[in-house]
Antibody, heavy 122, light 105 residues
Framework: QVQLQQSGPGLVKPSQTLSLTCAISGDSVSSITAVWNWIRRSPSRGLEWLGRTYYRSRWYNDYAVSVKSRITIKPDTSKNQFSLQMNSVTPDDTAVYFC????????????WGQGTLVTVSS | SYELTQPLSVSVALGQTATITCGGNIGNKNVHWYQQKPGQAPVLVIYANTNRPSGIPDRFSGSNSGNTATLTISRAQAGDEADYYCQVWDSSTAVFGGGTQLTVL
């Protein structure tokens, strides 16, 4: 059974880079059926999917159009985890960020990480 | 861009039935529903329109017809108070509805 544990700072200054990590247990980040996602929730936008990474003979990424120019989702096979980096953040990026898993045979998000409140403020 | 429309809020009397709708160009897409309580991560309560994950009470049910998917919560309990989100995939993008706050009176 997959479990996800998030880590990363809760405060980021405007224009800087937000970095979060999601550690995986119960599966491999390189699993050929797993898909690893980042999702956020903010008062203004509700739940918003940010992007995903997955391995199918090589690594693939897909990103939401709204953040595509600013984010990178990367696997770390040595630590069995994946990360989110979002640059040039503004107060509008203040949100609770979640990592989430789905099996490519299923397509629904389950489970989710515990969530990290990230506040963008000077 | 693709959108899913949910009512902002729904109220239900204790023990009665709550209905939360999710509208959009759903067509033959699979709709999934998540429950989120304050300070917690979302929890899957219905997947692929009508299916309940293990551990979810059978008071939760789902349907999908035409352009509207529906989450029904029977015999509503105080513990069902939460935000509920529907979700589909459009091309390679996950799309969530705006969320519905369920209040149990």
């Amino acid at each position: 059974q997959v479990q996800l544990q998030q880590s990363g700072p809760g405060l980021v200054k405007p224009s800087q880079t937000l970095s979060l990590t999601c550690a995986i247990s119960g599966d491999s980040v390189s699993s050929i059926t797993a898909v690893w996602n980042w999702i956020r929730r903010s008062p203004s936008r509700g739940l918003e999917w940010l992007g995903r990474t997955y391995y199918r003979s090589r690594w693939y990424n897909d990103y939401a159009v709204s953040v595509k120019s600013r984010i990178t989702i990367k696997p770390d096979t040595s630590k069995n985890q994946f990360s989110l980096q979002m640059n040039s953040v503004t107060p509008d990026d203040t949100a609770v960020y979640f990592c989430a898993y789905y099996d490519s045979n299923h397509e629904w998000f389950d489970p989710w990480g515990q969530g990290t409140l990230v506040t963008v403020s000077s | 861009s693709y959108e899913l429309t949910q009512p902002l809020s729904v109220s239900v009397a204790l023990g009665q039935t709550a209905t939360i709708t999710c509208g959009g160009n759903i067509g033959n897409k699979n709709v999934h529903w998540y429950q989120q309580k304050p300070g917690q991560a979302p929890v899957l309560v219905i997947y692929a329109n009508t299916n309940r994950p293990s551990g979810i009470p059978d008071r939760f049910s789902g349907s999908n017809s035409g352009n509207t998917a529906t989450l029904t919560i029977s015999r509503a309990q105080a513990g069902d108070e939460a935000d509920y989100y529907c979700q589909v995939w459009d091309s390679s993008t996950a799309v969530f509805g705006g969320g519905t706050q369920l209040t149990v009176l």
